[in-house]
């Protein structure tokens, strides 16, 4: 049976890819940027007359594989989140460029620290909230969650009955109280069953001048410094627990200061507009 929901998409993607076409006049964009999981803007770049510039933020999916197995003209330029992501699809895109993504400092300011440890995203079994619970609890220090309650039995059976005085829910919060929840925390922890293909959680936080500590999986060591993390091997709580201190003793605008230059807005901005540059020149 079809998919509604896909066959609309899928649609939407077409009648985008068309209307780009000479066929359809063409709007006369400069460079088409794709940001989407879609395979329809990968498999019909050959039919848009500006460059195609597609951003992997995903690891190797089976629909996009194979709309890049058949662009026989390779008129796709690839650029990935991370050195991690452009390592993951090298079997098929051998010269991803890395441009990681950016966060609006401003929207992530500066927060004064000194509060409990926080942990934020989506609330499910890959993101590992239970295990920043085990870390938070060993430690003997409180602890926040806030996200989207994505998976309800996983939060039903292994966070709510570990809530209490000082493991708390905050709900699924708007950006300026999330940011000001982050900005108040000692440390945020990031705990990833899965290799994060890049780790906004862990952008986000350094702008607001919060230390992070947790697993070392996917792109996170490319993020994080000493000078303003702490990463474990995963999924070992008990180094994890163990490194908070060292986390939580790190210097806020060190974080601040490896936010602005290394992973905002700005950063990226320059990045692109570069390759723009030289897919134009």
């Known amino acids: 049976m079809t998919d509604p929901l896909a066959l609309a998409e899928h649609h939407a993607y077409l009648r985008l890819m068309l209307d780009l076409s000479p066929s359809r006049g063409g709007v006369p964009y400069d460079v088409v940027h794709n940001n989407s999981l879609h395979y329809l803007p990968i498999a019909m770049a050959s039919a848009v007359p500006a460059p195609v510039v597609t951003t992997l933020h995903t690891p190797p999916t089976p629909w996009m594989e194979s709309a890049i197995q058949a662009d026989a003209t390779g008129s796709v330029v690839f650029t990935a989140v991370s050195a991690h992501t452009a390592r993951a699809w090298r079997p098929l895109v051998s010269a991803a460029r890395v441009v ?15 509060g409990g440890l926080v942990w934020y995203g ?39 009955p570990r809530l209490g005085s000082r493991i708390r ?23 990833p069953c899965w290799d994060e293909p890049y780790g906004l959680v862990v952008a986000e936080s350094l702008a607001c001048g919060t230390p992070v500590c947790g ?19 995963y999924p070992d709580v008990q180094a994890l627990t163990a490194a908070l201190a060292g986390a939580r003793s790190l210097s806020r605008s060190a974080c601040r200061e ?21 897919l134009l020149s």
């Open 100 to 114: 990681r993504n950016g966060v609006d400092v401003r929207r992530w300011p500066a927060g004064p620290g000194g």
């Open 122 to 160: 989506r609330i499910v079994p890959e993101k590992g909230p239970a295990l920043a619970i085990a870390a938070a609890e060993a430690a003997g220090l409180p602890l926040t969650l806030a996200g989207p309650v994505v998976d309800r039995p996983y939060f039903r059976e292994r966070v709510q």
């Open 169 to 191: 829910y905050a709900g699924h919060l708007g950006g300026a109280e999330l940011a000001a929840l982050v900005g108040s925390a000692s440390a945020t922890l990031v705990t």
């Open 215 to 233: 697993f070392d999986r996917g792109a996170l060591g490319e993020i994080l410094t000493p000078d303003c993390g702490r990463l474990v091997p």
């Open 258 to 278: 490896r936010a602005e230059s290394f992973c905002s807005v700005g950063h990226m901005t320059d990045r692109y507009e570069a390759l723009y540059e030289e």
